[in-house]
Every structure is written in C-alpha cells, then in structure tokens.
C-alpha cells in the first residue's frame, strides 16, 4: 500500500495531491495545513473527482498521527507574496522557517520514519533545517532543489534547437535560486555535446541569456498566473515514485554535500532510502568554482537563520 | 491525434489542461484566455511539467485559428466572486454572458465542427447560449451540468453506508444550481434500491438534508478553497474521452430536452457525435414536477438575457 | 510500497505481471512457476521492456521466501489442453488440485499473510482448496470467479442493444464453469430494466441463447487463440487495486457462501481484508434455484477430489 | 482520434494491441491476420477485458479498408519456428517476405497514408521492402530495428553498475540481427562515459562477452517462453506514441541510411512524420566500421531475396 502525506496544500501541495489521485498512484492521503477549511475543501472536491475515476484513494485530513507509516511526506508551504515582492525565494525564509519550526516536532512525533521530499523555498536551507530539526538520517530528507530549474533548462535549450525537452541531459546546480548555474560541460542535445553542437549548426548562442531564462523561469510563471504549480508538482511526484519502487533514479536534487557541509543541488540518485549516494559529475574548473559559489551562498544566508 | 482547446483557463480550465497533460491523454492543446500573461504563464509552467513526463503534448496559445480542427473544445470560463458573494451561479450570469458573446463567434470564424463541452455556469444557460450563437448542432455542444451534482450525490449517499461512490449509481436532475434535485427513485448503492436497502439497514436518511448536502457542494468547496476545480475537470475530461473514443458514455449531463426546449441536466449518452441520445430513464410523478420546475427556472432565467 | 506475487505465469499470470509492470501498479513483483526456463525468460522481456517505461518495477522470481510480506498474490495455474479437449474446466482439476497441494504449503511457509486472489480452474473448488489448505481466512482467499462471466454478460448484452459493456449492470452467479446463469433480474442497460426495456424496445430476446453465449464465452477464445488472457488478467489486476486502495469494490467473485458452505460466485464488496462481506443482492426464487444447484455442483465435484 | 492498425496479431501484434487497449492508448483499433479465428478471438477477449476497464477503444478486425484512415499502422508477422531452429532472424525472411508481398498491395489499396512501424524480422531487410513495394515516403515507414537491443544493452549494462536501465544512455547500432554492435564510445552510466567509469570503479568489463549477451538477448527470452514479446511491444508502442505526439524523440530505429543506401538501426528523430531526421552521431572509426560491416551484411541478405 503507497501511503503518501502532505503537509502544506496551497498551489504546489493540492497538486501533488491531484496528481497522486488522478493518476491512481496513491493508496491512502493525509492532507495537513494550518488552514483546516482548506484542507476540508480541497478533500472534498478531490473526493467529488473519485466518483469519475477509476482508481481510489482514501484521503485524510489534519491528522499528524497518521504519518506514522506515511512512506512519502511532502512540504510543501510558502508565502509566495513575500517572495514575489523581493523576487528572492529567501524572502520566503522568515515564514517558511517559522512553519518548519512549528511542524517538524509534530512530524518527529508521530513516529514517521519514511522519506520527506521538500518544495518549500528557500529549497536548500528550508530542507537541512527540516533534516536537522525532525532528526531523521539525512538520506531520508531531501529538496526538490535544482531538479525544478534543470527541467527549465532542458526547455529552454530544446527551443534554441527544436527538439523535445525529454532530450535535453545535463544539470543545473547549486542553490534552488539565484546563484544556481548551468554546467554546460555536460549538457547534451540529442545525445551531442552542447557547445560543439551549437557551433557545428552555426548557432551562436548566448549562455549567459539562456541561464538567465532558466534562473528567471519560475518568475515568468508566477508574473503570469501568481504561482508555480505544475512542474514543481510533477517533480516531486516523479522523486517519490522513483523512492517507492526504489528505481535508483539519478537526477539532480537538493542533499547534502559533505565538502562544502551543506545541502545544495547536486546529481544523486535516489531509491528506496531516498538518496542513495551522490553522483560525482565531471564539471570544469569554473563550473566547480560556481558550485562553491553557490554553496557559500546557501550556507552564508543559512547561518542568518 | 487527439487535439483539444481550452477558452478560459481559470482554476478549472487549467486542471483541465494539466489533466490531459499529465495523464498523456492530449497530442496537442490550445489554450485560450483574455490575460495573454496568465496563457503564457500556464504554457510555460505545463511545459516545464513534461521535461518529467513520459508522455509530450503540443501547447500552443492564443490562435483562434487552431480551432479549426480540434477534436474537443472546453468552454471554461466564470467570475466566481460574484457567485460567491450572492451564492448564486446566475450572479455569474452577466459576466459569462459577455464573454460567450465575445468569444463565439471567433469560435465560428475559425471553422470549428467538433464537440463543445461547457463548464461555465449558469451552465445550462450559457451552453444554450452557446450552441444557438455557433450554430453547431445541439449534438455538438453541451454541458457538464449535474454530472458533477450526480458525482457530489455519489459521495455524500456513499458516506451514509460506507461504501464507495463508484458503487452509487442514480442522477441528479435537472439545473446546475438551486432547482436541481436528486431523483431518489432511482438511486442504488451496491446495485439495492436505495430507499428500501436503507429501511433494511434500519438507517433513517434525512433525504432533504442531503439533497442540500449536494445542492450546497460546490459552495462548501468554495468557502475552503475560493473555487472548485478537481471535481469538475474530472467530468469534463471523462466525458472528453467518452467522446473521442466513441464510449456511448451514459450519463447525466446538460444537453436540449425537447419537451422543455431547453437545455437542462439529464441522462443521455455521449459518443463521437457528442449527444447521441437523451435516455428516458424511468422517474416518480413527483421528480417528474421537480424536473418540470427546474426546466422553467432555466428557462425564465434564460429569456432575461 | 505496492509487492505483488504470482504462482503460475503461464498466459494468465504472465498478463497480469506485465499489466502490472506496463501501467506502473507494482513497485515489486516476485514471479514464481514450475518451469524455472520461463521465469527467468519472463523476467528479461519485462525487464527490456522497463527501459522503455517510465516507472520501474523489481521483478525477482523463484523465492518463495519473497512472499512474506507481500501484499497481493495471484494464483493463475492451469492445464489448458486438458480443459480444451472436454470442453470443462472441471478436467483441469486433476492438474490444479496437485499444483494446489504442492504451492499452499510453500505459501504457507513463507510467512504470507496477505490476500489470495485466485484465477486457477475450477476456480470455485480451487479456491476453497486453497484456503483450506493454507489455513489463511476466509475473506483474504477468494477467486475472479464470475467477474469474468459477468464481463462477458456485459459484453454480449451490450451488443444487443449498440451500447457500452461498461453501462450494462447485474450479475452473472454462481460457478465459473457450466452450472453457472445470469441473474436477468437484475440486469440493466443504462439504468434500464433489461427485460423491460427489451419489450419496449421491440427486441424479442432469446435469453437461453445468449446465456450460452456468455457461458460459452471463454471456449470462442479458447479457439480462437488456445487460451485466454486478456479478460481474465483485466479483471484479476482490478480485484488487486480494489484491494490495495480499500476501494470497497461491489463485484461478483468467487467467495465462501455459509448457506451452502462452498465458494460460489456472488455478489461481495473487496477491501483491503480482501473480502469485506457478501452482498445479499435480490433475485427471484427461479434463479435462488439456479443458484443453490450450481452451489451443489461445485459441492459435488469438489468432494470427488 | 487515435486509430491503429496492427498486421499480425501473433504474440507481438497482439501484445502491442492489449497495450494500446490497457493502457487507454487508443480510440480505434484494426486488427488483421491470416488465421481469422485468432482475430475473432483476440477481439473477443480484449472487448472482455474492456467492460473492467475505464477507458473504450473501438476494436474492429479484418477490413483492410479500415487503414484509410488510421494513423499508425504495426507490421508484426513473423514465423518464430524458423528462427528459433537457425538462431537466426534471417530464417524467418521467406515466410516474412511472401507475407509482406500479400500485404502490402493491400495497404496500398486501402489508401492509408500514414506512419507504418515495423517489427516483423529479419526486421531491417523487412522494412526496407515493405517501404518500396508500398510506395510509401521513406519517412514514413520505419522498424524498431535496433531500439530493442539498446534498451537490452541498457539492462545489461545497468546489472553490472547496479544502477537503472533507465540512467543508461547510448546505443546499439546496426543490424537488428548478428552483426549489430554497441557503440561503446557513447554509452553513458549515470551520465558518466562508459569505459572511463569502469576503471574509475575497478570493474573490467568483458564488453565482447557483454555484446555477446546483449545480442543474444532475444534469444535468451526464446529458449525460455518460446517467443518475445513485453520488450518489442513496449517499443514499438513507445514510438508510435512518438509520432501522434510529435514528440521528436531521439532513439535509434530501422531507417533509411544514404550513405550506405539501406535501411539499418541508426539513431534518428521520430516525430509526426515518422523519421524527422537520422541524428548523426560520433562515433569512433572503429566503431564506423562495424557500422559499415553491418550495413553490407544487410543489403547482400536483402539481395539475395
């Protein structure tokens, strides 16, 4: 049975929720938010879906003691106004990090001892904090991280060649935010190198514009329709499908680095245990330098905290 | 190749797209809206979600002239707040009016003749509206009107017996609003009169209070989440697929009923054509008064326009 | 996590493993037949087919040891040439009955404490067989029995009338072999009376001829291919998911009836403790009469063994 | 609409058209074969297995007319016996051949215009006939060819790191027969070059005995069930979704080669046109070399016809 908890269902969390009902890949549910008139509504209407469906899923609601046996536990919380406002995710931190306090003892208590998969921005600090504070392994907690902004980059480098996007290899990495970076040393387009391919097509292209479209992908979503749901759902949906069926999934998340002693997205590979080890990349000299970069900039703002 | 195209991608329609994205059921997808941001938004976030997704569906926005040969047009439109305040879903009336009369006739411009399906509310209304303003045959255009109702008795008949709403089976009738009335006579759970099974259980349903349960679902919906969505995207979308793979899907559903010239919910069966045929399902003298009074509530509201 | 088992991959087993494998339901499978050869073949053409999937399945065959914790189990043997060349599922019996008598032991060894779902010939005697002989409870061993035979109805009925199987309703009961017989009382196309409607609609049915049609109904396939497969594993996997997600499914299956103390097809509601209880449906005294004498055909034949 | 057709339903066609049907892949569905009672049969038992389903695909069979308008047409014919007695693909071309000579006049007939994917071995030759006598674009008539075994090198190589069939990237190439070869140049293991990694990790693979189990791998399945089918089907289900989706997915298929003037197993663009483009990728002279060996192997068995 695939038991699935979410705590936090505004945009990104009631998609996971849909997306796990829809598809039939849940079993059972518990959906928790502050808000319980949500929580209510949202049960409601997903149950009003099931009458259409030809799969079940039995959904609970605001009840912690049921993460005992979760497998799964999604956080997904935010406060999207904040950061819409800055533009920076960290803008989130003082909420994000309020909730964190204030659900990770209950998570703790009810005895879970499953995998947290986290969305909840700032995704690399939110998530250490988050592994920290429940004290579970650190394997067993990891963020969506740079998984959401390597899908943005497969999009927009299939555009410049007209290729599907499922096409596209190679990782963003470091922070879920601003000081992420394409390692373009890896980047493949139908199984070619990047580079040698642009120049081989004769397209000149501008690195540092793409990576800028790819760092500014959420932002374009959420000018447009306020939030991001879709791909952020259909991500986490995808890392807990590869931890039931221990698929040994190999894609870039955020976990914890041990050189640099902080979580930050980096290429791993995640199974039954949730990650199972990370995944060593070749990346050029300058590539590793961003990387450092950024993993100063997590741990830095981290240690405001 | 199965192409669709959504007007209005508010909360329901963009479910509706996510739907057929998710589950890999659209080859292609117009979306449509009067906020170009919000379309671009939505395409962007959607496309973002298939960089994870096995399956690739074609999005394009804002070309009426897609329409020319879309296989299933979704009508998604609504100004919930002004339902929301009177409580009613003709207070939505004046603006989905508007919209309808914007937008159908560049509906017929672009050469359109597949199937409409409509989710606007007052939908009964506006589906009528709608149909007599293409041109397309009745056939081709109609309603989810008290298919979700049907869907919400399912549920709240399923919790009184603790089975599950899939083993429900029955309509409800009529309007999609306040007329609107569950036909009893014909319900069952778990294939037994439902009236008989529950004296047997020696169970004393308050059959007004959950017809009000019903009535009211959307609105419990609403007050938690402001909107409703997973629900009725989830009849639309079954009720596409019936069409596309020619399922002669019975069920309740807007479409013209002669005797009241008038659109209205009631049992039919959906297929290639779109409305194949009414189904003249067996009803009491008393929910034939009932169905008689929510035709010429529709109709009365309808002649105000 | 989702852990199937299934004893016997001849056809029938075979299709369900890879329906479980192609549609992403199993997180683990464990295969285990007579013929060491076919598993392992089994195993490589599924596990080619993952790399082309985007879920993932373990399949590991051959450990009984496997079982343990496994959740659903199938039993899907069978001697096809012997049932072919009398023209009754009875002449299997010799074959199963000692496959039964050498697995339930195994079974009952590893530990397995999960559900039984059985589509072996005679699936009635071979189910009760089996129960008795693992000495697992009663509800959490049971067979496809006339599920199937009802999908035939379905199918043969729907025919009649150009509609969807899918929209008739009612039962095929009792044994999954030749004392079986549609419960016509019972039986509706889209929501209609089937005899009524029949009159109504100026069709003079010939009910003993299409009984025998929907009795006859695996032979046409038999002959056709030599087996049967895709019916049965469809509705063997919908038993399985019903169960994993406590879907209080109402369907006829074979189940242990107390008045006549055998299992029999009948009307049950499926749960996560396989069977939740039988649902006394009405029928008329003609068919309690067919009824009872198919109950005591199986009775008979099964104390022969 | 989605509408297939499938020539030869033995153990691949007919796996391919109980994917399409399970899967809710297709709204119509042509089956055609010799041996009459088998389609009847097939039919039958996938119309049973509907009536659980939730999804309807249309099946009709033997009516070649039907083609006219179907999107994607399988080939799957072949007379395993032959192969199974020489272990080699090529012992099947008579019976292959004369069947492709029946056939393809009557696609011709029938109007159909659109995407043919061949699986009938030995497969490249096949192909490569079937476009010529139809008269059909080269584009629009491809083979799984080689698809099949990379997804085998993938497992293959996957078992020796421990890792998912999925994170293997890289192609077999050539003949779908004895004289393929693996292009170990590109072949990636968690995005790490092949040959590099296996040092880095101290394993000295036997690539010779490797390429030896992966072309060997059908063979392997045969010895053990008697034929293939779950790995074939999955593919070539895979690339016709390809094409309704336009998808451009980049893969290596059965097409046609300029240089070397014959259909081969190459890596190419499949999308709605069927092969978009052959992607041309580097490979070492070593590695062109075999290419080219296997190339002549095909054209001089193709001459010999």
């Known amino acids: 049975m695939r038991k699935f908890g979410i ?34 509504a949202e049960q409601l209407d997903l149950q009003d879906a099931q009458a259409r469906l030809d799969t079940t899923t039995q959904i609970k609601i605001q009840d912690y003691s049921e993460l005992k046996d979760v497998d799964i536990l999604f956080l997904t919380a935010g406060k999207i106004d904040a950061a819409k406002e800055t533009g920076s995710r960290w803008a989130e931190f003082e909420f994000t990090n309020a909730m964190v306090k204030e659900v990770a003892p209950k998570i703790k208590e009810s005895g879970f001892n499953g995998i947290v998969i986290d969305t909840t921005n700032p995704c690399d600090a939110i998530t250490q904090y988050l592994q920290t504070s429940t004290g579970l392994p ?6 969506t991280g740079t998984f959401l902004d390597t899908a943005r980059m497969q999009r927009v480098v299939a555009k410049q060649f007209n290729v599907n996007s499922k096409n ?18 890896g980047v493949t387009v139908n199984s070619h190198p990047l580079v040698e391919f642009a120049k081989q ?90 990387f450092k970069n950024s993993a100063e900039t997590i741990k830095s703002k981290f240690a405001t905290m």
Do not use: M
């Open 7 to 40: 705590i936090g269902i505004g945009h990104v969390g009631v998609t996971i929720a849909y997306t796990l009902v829809t598809k039939g890949i849940a079993d059972e549910l518990i959906l928790i938010d502050n808000n319980e008139g949500k929580a209510v």
């Open 138 to 143: 650190q394997q067993q907690v990891f963020g």
């Open 168 to 185: 596209i290899a190679g990782y963003t990495l470091g922070e879920h935010g601003d000081s992420q970076f394409v390692a373009w040393s």
């Open 201 to 290: 097509q004769g397209k000149n292209l501008d690195y540092a514009a793409i990576e800028e479209e790819i760092r500014k992908g959420g932002w374009s979503v959420y000018q447009g329709k306020g939030y991001t749901s879709y791909g952020i759902a259909t991500c986490a949906v995808k890392l807990a499908q590869a931890v039931l069926s221990d698929a040994q999934l190999e894609c870039p998340v955020s976990c914890y680095n041990e050189e640099f002693d902080t979580y930050i997205g980096q290429p791993a590979v995640v199974g039954k245990n949730g990650i199972e080890y990370v995944n060593h990349v070749s990346i050029t000299d300058d590539e590793k330098a961003k």
